[in-house]
């Protein structure tokens, strides 16, 4: 019944590892997103995806790339991790880009 | 593109209180505006939105915002805070154009028993 899913929902690894997060939604919305939250609880979108296309990509490290197989998914691939990754990553998705934006658990990624 | 100001970083209200949380934005055409809240260790919830139409809206949980467009303002109040309204909040700006959808920084709500 969830809306907006994510897995795992604690990360923790090691730098240098690479790593994936995964999120789902069942609401048929068009466009989804990943945000990072820092400590300071800070919320910065990172990537969104509008019917399979990048629509935005903000100034974050190639280090992160997001894959979406299909409109209901959009995966977060992160690849030699430093310790400035640690942080919550939220999943969200909308019917339309400015439209209300509904948000998944969050994934707590620790790099250690 | 639109921006997102939250001058309150802490707010400490005792329960019962009434509670005005500010929220001012910068956008050149009438923006979708949004409020949401955020529990220790949860996601982010939808409170209330405003797209047009009264600019006094109802949310959940006994909130609401009225949007003041002369004031680039769009405040979230409740008339008696629980202990259980104590998390995070959150305003954010949605556009058509520009970044799309921006956050606030957040203010931070403690509610005194």
């Known amino acids: 019944d969830t809306a907006v899913s994510q897995t795992p929902k604690y990360l923790v690894t090691q730098m240098g590892n690479d790593k994936s997060i995964k999120c789902e939604q069942n609401l048929g919305h068009d466009t989804m997103y990943w945000y990072k939250q820092d400590s300071k609880k800070f919320l910065k979108i990172m990537f969104s995806y509008n019917n399979k296309e990048l629509i935005i990509n903000e100034t974050v490290p190639n280090r992160f790339s997001p894959k979406s197989p299909d409109k209901a998914h959009l995966n977060l691939h992160i690849n030699s991790l430093e310790l400035g990754d640690s942080a919550v990553y939220f999943c969200?998705?909308?019917?339309?880009?400015?439209?209300?934006?509904?948000f998944g658990p969050g994934t707590r990624l620790t790099v250690t | 593109a639109q921006s997102v100001t939250q001058p309150d970083i802490h707010i400490t209200v005792s329960e019962g209180a009434s509670l005005e949380l500010r929220c001012n934005y910068s956008?050149?055409?009438?923006?979708?505006l949004f409020w949401y809240v955020q529990s220790p260790g949860q996601g982010l919830q939808l409170l209330l939105k405003y797209f047009s139409g009264d600019t006094l809206v109802q949310g959940i949980k006994g909130f609401e915002a009225e949007f003041k467009r002369s004031q680039s303002s769009f405040n979230l109040r409740k008339p008696s805070v629980h202990w259980s309204d104590a998390a995070e909040y959150f305003c954010a700006v949605g556009a058509n154009y520009g970044q799309n959808f921006v956050f606030g920084p957040g203010t931070r709500l403690s509610v005194l028993p």
């Open positions: 969200a998705s909308s019917q339309e880009t400015a439209g209300e934006q509904y």
């Open positions: 956008y050149g055409a009438t923006p979708y």
